[in-house]
């Protein structure tokens, strides 16, 4: 198994080019299930779930082209896919699949919208919680389907058409927010869903769905109506650059200190984030290419976070802010609102000599003034990069275990922070 090793302390400096989003290339991909022509998706992001995501609708019988990658860039960077799901073969989605990948569950939108049927296995276990389906079955059921569980699998029937309804989320979700407004896209009449995810992937979403054809007002407020269509046709879209990736190396040059422009980033898609980096100390400015992170020679502020739906501070960010944290000059408080289970990390840090206590849902930071390099893993993707981020301030060696996490979404990550002076390689094996 591949493994990252680190020495850090060097400060960051130069240009990161920020990659497309892998939460929002996801869903798009996805979207493809819902006509029989051709989606043409740019800068979709060269990474493990991508892939894994590319071989899943394979089996429904989506076919895809690479058709070439951005310019002066070498192999593996994003690229522009056109996707093909003109003959579904297969609208059931089995356990060995789903249970890789959870996301890949929400072909039971799109599946049940065009064909009247889909049978998608339970995602199964998951690293950072219990997180259910509930939602998606209820909201599901709202617009007219019949849905059984059975055998861990969700079977899924609409065979006069789904109908549109008025859902309101009980809970925020992202996903079922999603998957309703992929399914309501092909309904007959219009469906409202209250209470709905605001973030800007859902937009991302939305704004391809009416590329091709589907009638969508509303997304990134909490209502959303969608104006069912009887068919929607192909379209050529752009994936948003990835907010989670942004904010990540906006961190680790917050905490390794250093000036750095994060290339193509926009700090609409993550202001609540980048307030509080700069709260920290770093100084954070809007350029003509992208965004600007510098720190030089100030601390590292203590500041109090909550987790929070968009446009509140990411849960996907909480553990790299984590991070970040347990080197500022003071106690900082860190709670997790969105998934229960999610301060693997906590551990981990320790290990680097972090001063982190738990208590319920709060990580209590207090901040230490040096962190000694030591071998890591950890069991999700966030925690994996909290590991790189601290391990490249830390004073020594870091070796970070089970890189697989990474590879599921962070494109080139060690080509990307190598060329801004940090020592960090990839060793095989
Ligand atoms: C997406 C993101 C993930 C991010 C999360 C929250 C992708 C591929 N993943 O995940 O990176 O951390 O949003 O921003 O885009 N819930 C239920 N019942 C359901 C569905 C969800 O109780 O049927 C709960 C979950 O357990 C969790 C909360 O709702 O506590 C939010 O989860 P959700 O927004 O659905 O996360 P994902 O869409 O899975």
Known sequence: MDRIRIVGG????GNIPISGAKNAA????IASLLTDDTLTLENVPHLADVEQLIRILGNHGVDYTVNGRRERQSEGYSRTISFSARNIVDT???YEL???MRASFWVIGPLLARTGEAKVSLPGGCAIGTRPVDLFIDGLQALGADIDVDNGYVVAKAKNRLTGNRYVFPKVSVGATHVLMMAATLARSETVLENAAREPEVVNLAECLNAMGARITGAGTPTITIEGVDSLSGARHRVIPDRI???????AVAMTGGDVILEGARADLLQ???DVIARTGAEITETNSGIRVMRNGAGIAPVDVVTEPFPGFPTDLQAQFMGLMTMSKGKSKITETIFENRFMHVQELARLGAHITLSGQTAIVEGVSKLKGAPVMATDLRASVSLVIAGLAAEGETTVNRVYHLDRGFERLEEKLSRCGAVIERISG
């Open 92 to 94: 059931t989605a089995p």
């Open 26 to 29: 996801l869903p798009l991909m």
């Open 272 to 274: 609540s984030a980048l």
């Open 10 to 13: 060097n400060p960051l400096t």
């Open 98 to 100: 789903v249970s890789k």
């Open 245 to 251: 990736e942004t904010g990540t190396y906006a961190m």
